[in-house]
């Protein structure tokens, strides 16, 4: 087969140039005659980059003296040359030690002296020979060799790498950029294996000593394998050039893309006379500028870029995002406008009218009010509402707007990660617009805005792209926030005469820094009674309005509103009683609009028909009084919790199990629980396991408040006596029986109120808390403080003492 005219066509081989004197074709250039060749021996020809592989044409330029004296003396006798790589293809005089030792051999086929003195050859590869030795006397190199047979290995594993090997080098060349179409025909074409590894190894574009290596390497599996690497690799190489050349292309061709439809775009507008239009436009910006009040070094700033929108012309991007820019800086709230004077007693009925209750709340408020009157350039502290869901919060903060005759904005800081939200990206970046302060301000068209910072304690920890709390700072820090930098306005804008008010459900994950400038102010949640009260006045009232009905059209029952807060709600505050509210009524408003009654009551009896089954009932009854059950008090983000602790006994090794969500925490102080628990009891304990599970809610609960429950549990478990059913509990203990206080007694004991449960039992340190709880839980609660571990075991359990004593602190 004739590969010629597929292969490179670059000649390679002994290309140094510093040929001899012969100038004339092969025929004529017979020069002194030299002895005849020992039969196995072969002229040799070092080749300083090429490996000529057998069932290959190669073409090769000859230069040295004596490469080109060895390549007559062939020609002229028509004897196979031997041709051998090498090792340093630098090296001009080669001896024997310089040469790889394996090469092929094979006719010249074709000789042409060409102009500059080189000696261009076409070698046929015929076969390998490994050199036996070299032989002297001669004006070139001469060597005995042994030839190399072809290996014709049959066999599956031979077929199988040949399949393989034809497959990627088709892919391979596919992948070539520049390869001719009748490659691949002719790789498909070549049946030998041996044959297609050489030939392949021939054009494969590596370095010459690994084609050597597949050279030399005699046994057909190994070569085939070798080969099969080499492609491989080469073919990931191709790939993933390629790949890169496509997408730079991609890249290329989208931004000429977008060339391409701007200056559509453009033409179109010149044709429907909408080009004329950017003076108007220009024209119209300029007197924006001039009547948005900017401060002077703004408006010399906002007039250059209007210059350079003049000179740009319409249409382009940069146009659109400078125009935009010019917008977004007029639209601002620049002037300060005159201040309505803050009356104190409109802002009381205000805030009466709003919301029921939360009295230290609104006294809080009204002194902060006093304050700004009084010195309304003063630096006055940052209100920070804090508490469950639904308590009011937020329509607290609407109220103030509405009590001092602000505008009321609202951002969202939940789920904020990034700086750039709060203070915008720079222009240069695609897309870019002002944070979300800036934005409230344009919405909000006047500095006299109360801004409502919603969810302060939700925002990002910060990390990769800044840190929001940092930005946040900068906006709440009366020293700083009249020069604002947003990042897309690039210049300062004055937040000093906005009132923020934060919210957040919890305070430890506020950043301590952006604590600092706020005024806490917590609202703990409400009690049963506050609820009905709400409701009656507020929240039924809202809801008949939302759902059409004039108060003369339904009649919700104080029993209905009593049950719905006990056993449809269980919360903090009153956002699921409102919504609860709002179906019963909308049942009522069907009945009405389909004509069947004038006045629809709604009483506890026809709840469960409206709403579904009782959501909170009774599980009280269901858990406690069994030996081994506890009812703690929990504090969650949301408000207070009951949970109910429960211990049993199996056959076991003496150990612990803790299940239900446990922080570790609680499973120290459940350790601890059962250590002080079991002297209460004589019995052995080495033959039982005890489980501790904390069951209700998907929630992870943590903090050792939970130990007094754990123990009263545990105690109950081995004394096989039941703990009081009407008392829950909160305390840490220690190891030496002391009930350590808690935090969160407010939450706590609305819950224990929420749940029905009427003796609640706190440690004695925590006396002092009981001032913050709402009068209506003091009175309807009765509490039983705790110093010791035995003072609970005594009150709830009803046990006399340890079943052995243990040190006694
Ligand atoms: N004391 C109250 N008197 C009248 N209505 C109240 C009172 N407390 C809350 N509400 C009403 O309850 C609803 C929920 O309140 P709001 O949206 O302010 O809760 P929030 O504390 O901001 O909750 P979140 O943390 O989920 O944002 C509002 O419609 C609000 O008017
Ligand atoms: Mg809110």
Redesign the pocket.
């Known amino acids: 087969m004739n590969y010629w005219p597929l292969l490179q066509q670059t000649w390679s081989g002994d290309e140094s140039g510093r040929a001899g004197g012969a100038k004339s074709s092969a025929a004529s250039s017979a020069g002194a005659p030299v002895k005849p060749l020992p039969k196995d021996a072969l002229v040799i020809i070092p080749l300083r980059n090429a490996v000529v592989f057998p069932g290959t044409l190669s073409p090769l330029t000859v230069g040295r003296a004596a490469s080109v004296a060895a390549a007559q003396e062939a020609v002229k006798n028509e004897l196979q040359a031997g041709f051998l790589l090498q090792r340093d293809p630098q090296k001009a005089d080669v001896v024997p030690s310089d040469l790889y030792w394996v090469g092929t051999a094979g006719p010249i086929v074709r000789y042409i002296t060409g102009q500059e003195g080189t000696h261009h050859l076409v070698v046929q590869g015929q076969s390998r020979f490994r050199i036996l030795e070299f032989l002297e006397g001669w004006p070139f190199l001469v060597a005995r060799v042994a030839m190399v047979p072809q290996p014709e290995t049959e066999g599956p594993e031979v077929e199988a790498r040949f399949l393989q090997l034809k497959e990627q080098a088709i892919e391979a060349i596919g992948l070539l950029p520049h390869a001719p179409d009748e490659l691949a025909g002719v790789v498909r074409g070549i049946d030998s294996p041996a044959a297609l590894a050489d030939m392949v190894a021939n054009v494969i574009d590596v370095k010459n000593e690994e084609k050597q290596d597949i050279l030399e390497t005699f046994d057909l599996v190994r070569r085939l394998d070798k080969v099969i690497a080499l492609v491989s690799a080469r073919t990931e190489v191709l790939k993933l050039s390629k790949e890169i050349g496509e997408k730079t292309r991609a890249h290329f061709d989208e931004r000429q893309r977008e060339h391409v439809l701007r200056e559509q775009l453009r033409q179109i507008q010149k044709e429907l006379g909408e080009g004329e239009d950017s003076s108007a436009e220009i024209e119209e910006l300029k007197k924006a500028i001039e009547g948005a009040g900017l401060p002077s070094d703004v408006l010399k700033h906002a007039q250059r870029d209007l210059k350079r929108l003049q000179r740009m012309g319409d249409g382009g991007a940069e146009y659109s995002m400078l125009r935009t820019y010019l917008e977004w800086l007029t639209e601002l709230p620049w002037k300060p406008q005159p201040q309505q004077p803050i009356d104190l007693t409109q802002a009381r009925v205000v805030l009466d009218e709003?919301?029921?209750?939360?009295d230290k709340i609104k006294r809080r408020i009204l002194e902060y009010l006093a304050v700004r009157k009084l010195n309304p350039e003063g630096k006055s502290p940052i209100l920070c509402?804090v508490?469950?869901?639904?308590?009011?919060?937020?329509?607290?903060g609407q109220s103030i707007a509405r009590a001092t005759g602000r505008v009321f904005q609202r951002v969202a800081l939940g789920g904020v990660h990034d700086e750039a939200e709060i203070r915008g990206h720079r222009r240069t970046y695609i897309g870019a617009l002002p944070g979300n302060i800036i934005q409230a301000m344009r919405r909000a068209g006047t500095t006299n805005t109360v801004l409502m910072l919603?969810?302060i304690d939700k925002t990002g920890a910060g990390g990769f792209h800044g840190d929001p709390a940092s930005a946040l700072l900068e906006v709440l820090d009366p020293e700083q926030n009249h020069k604002f930098r947003d990042n897309y306005l690039a210049v300062d804008f004055d937040l000093s005469r906005v009132m923020f008010i934060c919210?957040a459900?919890v305070l430890d994950t506020i950043p301590g820094p952006l604590r600092d400038r706020m005024e806490i102010i917590q609202?703990p949640g409400?009690t049963e009674q506050?609820k009905i009260q709400?409701a009656r006045?507020?929240?039924v009232r809202?809801q008949l309005q939302a759902n059409g009905l004039r108060p003369e059209q339904a009649n919700l029952t104080d029993s209905a509103l009593e049950s719905i807060v006990r056993d449809y709600t269980r919360e903090a505050?009153?956002?699921n009683l409102?919504r609860e509210i709002g179906s019963s009524l909308r049942h009522v408003a069907v009945q009405v609009a389909e004509g069947k009654a004038e006045c629809v009551t709604v009483d506890a009896v026809d709840l469960p028909s409206i709403l579904g089954p009782r959501r909170f009932e009774n599980e009280l009854a269901l858990r406690s009084g069994m030996p081994g059950v506890a009812t703690g008090l929990a504090w969650t983000p949301v408000g207070g919790d009951i949970l109910f602790i429960e211990a049993s006994k199996v056959p076991g090794s003496g150990r612990l199990i803790l299940t239900g969500q446990l922080g570790d925490v609680m499973k120290e102080s459940a350790q601890a629980a059962l250590t002080l628990a079991k002297t209460w009891t004589s019995d052995s304990l080495e033959k039982v396991d005890i489980h501790v599970h904390v069951p209700a809610g998907a929630t992870p609960k943590d903090g050792p408040s939970a130990g007094v429950a754990m123990f009263l549990a545990l105690v109950s478990l081995l004394t096989g006596k039941p703990v009081r059913p009407d008392v829950a509990m909160t305390g840490e203990i220690s190891l030496r029986g002391l009930v350590m206080p808690i935090g969160g007694v407010k939450e706590k004991t609305l819950a224990a109120l929420r749940a029905g449960i009427p003796v609640v039992m706190l440690p004695r340190r925590n006396e002092k808390d009981l001032e913050d709880v709402p009068a209506e839980a003091r009175e309807k609660l009765r509490f039983v403080w705790l110093d010791r571990i035995e003072d609970a075991v005594h009150y709830a359990i009803g046990d006399s003492g340890p079943a052995h004593e243990q040190t006694p602190s």
């Open positions: 709003d919301h029921f209750g939360l509402f508490g469950p869901p639904g308590v009011g919060k937020t329509s607290l919603d969810e919210t459900n609202l409400y506050e709400i006045r507020y929240l809202r505050g009153v956002r409102e």
